[in-house]
Structure formats: C-alpha cells, structure tokens
C-alpha cells in the first residue's frame, strides 16, 4: 500500500520476509482445511487462524513502516535541523513517523507471537506475569518445554539480535514514557551547549536497528510456523497410519 503512495513498485517477497510469509500462509491453509473438513466445536481452529492471519498483517506493516523510513530518509542530506530546508524539514518529519512506527510495531508483533506461543504451548505465562511480553514468553517456554527444539531456536535467534533490538527497546521505552525517541537526543546536546546547533541523530543507524530487527521478527515467525507446519504434517501422518491398522 504505502509503495503504491509513493510511486514504488509493488513488494515483491523475498529472502527471510518469503520465508516468513510462506509458512504463515501455509499454516492458515491447513487451518482452513481443518474446519472445513471437521466441526469446530470450540472454535478452536478458526482463533488460530485469525491469529495467523493477523501476524501475516502485522508483519506485512511493519515491513512497509522500515521502507517508507528508509525512503524518506534518502531526502534528509543536512547534518543540523538549523540548516534544513522547509521542505527537508517536511521529509525528516516524514522520516521520523515511519521510524516510530515501526520501531513500535516490532514489539507489538513479537507479543503477538508470544500471545500464539502462550497458548499453542500451554504455558500460562500469565500466572508469572499478567501482562506479559514476547520475552517473558520465551523464559516461560525455555523453563516449561525445554525438550521442545523451538524454544531453543527461538532464543539463539533473540541472543543473535540482542544489540539492535536493545536499541530499539531504549527508544520505545523513550518514546512511551519518557518523550518523543527523537528528542533525547536532542536533550543531551543540549546539555553540552546551549547555544550550539543540533546534530541530528544517526539516521543510517537508527534504520539498520530497524531492519535488523525486522529480520530478527521475520526469523522468529518463521521458525515457530515452519515447526508447527512439520509437526502438524507428523500428527496427521500418524494419525493416517493408526487408522490403516486399525481397518480389517
């Protein structure tokens, strides 16, 4: 959608971002099936399913949130806000919100996912935090189902993004709580001197930490679909098996 505005060519999927795509699309498919093919009495199936399909949204978001900052960001050139045109002042601005926005969104994604974990898994994570978050989730999973490959492929992938995703959670947490990310910055400049110009922030930075981060959330919905996928394929297998057996 946001490619279309700007007078890009639609997305076309690639690399961890298809990966990611394809299992979840898989995983819908077969829920899909599933009712179709059995009653869904306690409307199981079809909450996993809307669960799915409203990640494949969230991711489908946040990846256009990281491109429009990145293209905005192409037409910010000064170094200081003082030096700025109205019109770079314009694109900046544009910059910051897409920035924002999808610095937002990779936490908002990741505890979906830990929501879709909670319960696939049983964890009760609620019990140990009521209002719990994608990282509460994995210490649940790792000390609850530690004979589960997932929980530890989850984890190596978090360790793996550890810096970029610190980073984002500072600015999160800033602009939260605090004030806005892109002023904290500007504060402490300010502390410095008083009268001096204002620097911008590493923008070239700030949008690495949020690709980074995007592949980290691409990775993760990947890996917990793609072994759902095999283990769902493992019990419909057995199940086939048990049913030719058991036949005369």
């Known amino acids: 959608m946001l490619r279309t505005l700007l007078g890009e060519p639609p997305r076309v999927n690639s690399g961890v971002l298809a990966e990611a795509m394809d299992h979840?699309?898989?995983?819908?498919?077969?829920?899909?099936?599933e009712m179709n093919m059995h009653e869904d009495h306690d409307h199981e199936y079809r909450k996993q399913e809307i669960w799915t399909r409203g990640l494949i949204s969230s991711l489908d978001e946040l990846e256009q949130s990281w491109f429009a900052a990145a293209f905005f960001r192409k037409s910010v050139v000064a170094g200081y806000m003082d030096d700025m045109s109205s019109m770079e002042q314009g694109e900046y601005a544009r910059y910051v919100y897409f920035y924002k926005d999808g610095f937002i969104r990779v936490f908002s994604l990741l505890d979906k996912l830990?929501?879709?974990?909670?319960?696939?898994?049983a964890l009760d994570t609620a019990k140990v935090k009521a209002h719990f978050s994608y990282f509460t989730v994995l210490r649940q999973f790792a000390l609850l189902k530690p004979e589960i490959p997932l929980a530890g492929e989850l984890e190596q992938i978090r360790n793996s993004y550890r810096e970029p995703l610190d980073n984002l959670r500072k600015r999160r947490n800033a602009e939260i709580h605090y004030m806005n990310a892109e002023m904290?910055?500007?504060?402490?400049?300010?502390?410095?001197?008083?009268?001096?110009?204002?620097?911008?922030?590493?923008?070239?930075?700030?949008?690495?930490?949020?690709?980074?981060?995007?592949?980290?959330?691409?990775?993760?919905?990947s890996a917990v679909f793609k072994?759902?996928?095999?283990?769902?394929?493992?019990?419909t297998a057995a199940r086939?098996?048990?049913s030719g057996h058991a036949r005369p």
């Open 184 to 221: 904290t910055d500007d504060l402490w400049q300010r502390h410095q001197g008083l009268h001096d110009k204002i620097r911008l922030e590493d923008l070239d930075s700030h949008l690495e930490d949020l690709k980074q981060s995007l592949e980290m959330v691409c990775k993760s919905l």
């Open 240 to 242: 086939g098996r048990k």
């Open 24 to 33: 979840m699309a898989k995983t819908a498919s077969m829920l899909r099936k």
């Open 227 to 235: 072994y759902s996928n095999e283990q769902w394929h493992r019990n």
């Open 114 to 121: 830990g929501t879709v974990l909670n319960s696939q898994y």
